[in-house]
């Protein structure tokens, strides 16, 4: 019996071109959720369409892919327009997007953020919260799938930067209904180890896949941990509430390890110059004191200490001098002031001071007497008082008030009858 075999080549081929012929596959309009988005540094867009039960691998060309008025993410509901074909070298059909426009947010999407804006809300995300990773940690934790790329990035990258850093691997779930409560159990075991800094986190794949690691019970476990914790899920562009809440985030599971550790390279090349830093600084300060040392040993003051007393004595006897002639200038200016009291006219002259003394005592009196108000009244001048009181003003009296009148010899106590306001000759 005769079989003619054909290529998968030619029988790709042959499938695509049933797809392409088919009238209803030309033009298909369909509505779905973005899921492992992916733009092109060419432009163009790679995605996956899925709805609750199926997925479809979907491209959009850059030509096409400029005019949209927004820019796809996953978790974003779309309705798009396009054919359906097949990609050859793989023999999946996929559809070809011609159009593409926004209908609504995806569930998922939906429930990140509001989730995120709950624990935002809370705090645990804020930057003064954060745990310092150490820098030269003696034990790491590991809480991932215990097969799979990313354990077997982390330790391959852990053991090439810094080999005698030890790990621990707390192997645990990281995708399916059952992985958040188990990622926080072992989370929670890990706590229990003398461990310094605790690495989560999983290899890439799609938003259900990355799911576990949005769950409000891991994002608690996260920020609850005493252990410094450096999130590590996906790729570089997945973002997940355990990012955020973590100490530290890493894009990637490789990136994760580099965080965590340091390059043992780097850490020998630092002693190295350290040391040679401080061998040179040593043999600098050694060097200086030697010249220090030699310059006392050949200074005169050393091989001839008296020197130094002798300058010492001979400025002692410069202040002395200097000593003795002000304090002779302080005798002699007193004594010419002794020889000029001693000598002075008034000294000499005691009764001449007194004279002048008494002179003066005699004019102060004579003015006294001059100013004394009693004379006056002895030429036949009065004083009139009221209530006590000088009345030199002829209206502040008033008939029948009792007024006092002081005369040379005696007071004379009278009644008003009348007040006049001119002077009278012979009254």
């Given at each position: 019996?005769?079989?003619?075999?054909?290529?998968?080549?030619?029988?790709?081929?042959?499938?695509?071109?049933?797809?392409?012929?088919?009238?209803?596959?030309?033009?298909?309009?369909?509505?779905?959720?973005?899921?492992?988005?992916?733009?092109?540094?060419?432009?163009?867009?790679?995605?996956?369409?899925?709805?609750?039960?199926?997925?479809?691998?979907?491209?959009?060309?850059?030509?096409?892919?400029?005019?949209?008025?927004?820019?796809?993410?996953?978790?974003?509901?779309?309705?798009?327009?396009?054919?359906?074909?097949?990609?050859?070298?793989?023999?999946?059909?996929?559809?070809?997007?011609?159009?593409?426009?926004?209908?609504?947010?995806?569930?998922?999407?939906?429930?990140?953020?509001?989730?995120?804006?709950?624990?935002?809300?809370?705090?645990?995300?804020?930057?003064?919260?954060?745990?310092?990773?150490?820098?030269?940690?003696?034990?790491?934790?590991?809480?991932?799938?215990?097969?799979?790329?990313?354990?077997?990035?982390?330790?391959?990258?852990?053991?090439?930067?810094?080999?005698?850093?030890?790990?621990?691997?707390?192997?645990?779930?990281?995708?399916?209904?059952?992985?958040?409560?188990?990622?926080?159990?072992?989370?929670?075991?890990?706590?229990?180890?003398?461990?310094?800094?605790?690495?989560?986190?999983?290899?890439?794949?799609?938003?259900?896949?990355?799911?576990?690691?949005?769950?409000?019970?891991?994002?608690?476990?996260?920020?609850?941990?005493?252990?410094?914790?450096?999130?590590?899920?996906?790729?570089?562009?997945?973002?997940?509430?355990?990012?955020?809440?973590?100490?530290?985030?890493?894009?990637?599971?490789?990136?994760?390890?580099?965080?965590?550790?340091?390059?043992?390279?780097?850490?020998?090349?630092?002693?190295?110059?350290?040391?040679?830093?401080?061998?040179?600084?040593?043999?600098?300060?050694?060097?200086?004191?030697?010249?220090?040392?030699?310059?006392?040993?050949?200074?005169?003051?050393?091989?001839?200490?008296?020197?130094?007393?002798?300058?010492?004595?001979?400025?002692?006897?410069?202040?002395?001098?200097?000593?003795?002639?002000?304090?002779?200038?302080?005798?002699?200016?007193?004594?010419?002031?002794?020889?000029?009291?001693?000598n002075s006219y008034v000294l000499t002259n005691p009764e001449i001071l007194y004279k002048f003394k008494n002179?003066?005592?005699?004019?102060?009196?004579?003015?006294?007497?001059?100013?004394?108000?009693?004379?006056?009244?002895?030429?036949?001048?009065?004083?009139?008082?009221?209530?006590?009181?000088?009345?030199?003003?002829?209206?502040?009296?008033?008939?029948?008030?009792?007024?006092?009148?002081?005369?040379?010899?005696?007071?004379?106590?009278?009644?008003?009858?009348?007040?006049?306001?001119?002077?009278?000759?012979?009254?």
């Amino acid at each position: 019996m005769n079989q003619e075999y054909i290529t998968i080549s030619e029988l790709n081929h042959y499938i695509k071109g049933v797809f392409d012929e088919d009238i209803f596959l030309r033009k298909v309009y369909i509505k779905g959720e973005i899921s492992n988005f992916k733009a092109h540094t060419r432009g163009h867009l790679y995605f996956t369409l899925k709805d609750e039960g199926s997925r479809l691998n979907a491209v959009m060309f850059s030509y096409q892919a400029s005019g949209l008025k927004f820019i796809p993410e996953d978790g974003m509901k779309v309705l798009v327009c396009g054919k359906i074909s097949v990609y050859e070298p793989t023999g999946g059909y996929q559809v070809y997007v011609e159009s593409m426009e926004q209908d609504g947010l995806g569930n998922l999407y939906i429930e990140f953020e509001k989730l995120k804006k709950k624990l935002a809300s809370e705090g645990l995300f804020d930057q003064d919260k954060k745990k310092p990773i150490p820098k030269v940690p003696k034990k790491i934790g590991i809480v991932t799938a215990s097969t799979g790329a990313a354990i077997r990035d982390i330790l391959t990258t852990i053991k090439r930067r810094f080999p005698i850093c030890e790990t621990i691997l707390f192997p645990s779930l990281v995708q399916g209904a059952d992985a958040a409560s188990d990622i926080v159990k072992k989370i929670k075991l890990a706590n229990t180890y003398d461990i310094d800094t605790l690495i989560v986190g999983r290899g890439g794949g799609s938003i259900e896949d990355l799911w576990p690691f949005n769950e409000e019970i891991v994002a608690r476990a996260i920020y609850e941990s005493k252990v410094p914790v450096i999130s590590a899920v996906g790729h570089e562009i997945d973002f997940t509430i355990a990012d955020f809440v973590a100490d530290l985030r890493a894009p990637t599971p490789t990136a994760a390890a580099e965080l965590a550790v340091p390059n043992i390279e780097t850490i020998n090349t630092y002693l190295e110059n350290a040391m040679k830093r401080s061998t040179l600084s040593i043999n600098n300060y050694i060097d200086t004191r030697k010249q220090s040392l030699s310059s006392i040993l050949t200074s005169y003051i050393l091989k001839k200490p008296t020197a130094m007393y002798e300058i010492k004595e001979q400025n002692l006897d410069y202040l002395i001098d200097r000593l003795n002639k002000i304090i002779k200038v302080c005798l002699d200016n007193n004594r010419v002031r002794l020889y000029k009291d001693i000598n002075s006219y008034v000294l000499t002259n005691p009764e001449i001071l007194y004279k002048f003394k008494n002179q003066q005592l005699e004019h102060i009196i004579n003015k006294l007497e001059v100013l004394n108000p009693m004379n006056t009244l002895k030429r036949g001048y009065a004083i009139v008082k009221l209530d006590k009181k000088v009345v030199s003003d002829i209206k502040k009296v008033k008939i029948d008030d009792i007024i006092n009148i002081d005369v040379d010899n005696g007071r004379i106590n009278a009644k008003v009858m009348e007040v006049s306001n001119g002077r009278e000759e012979g009254n």
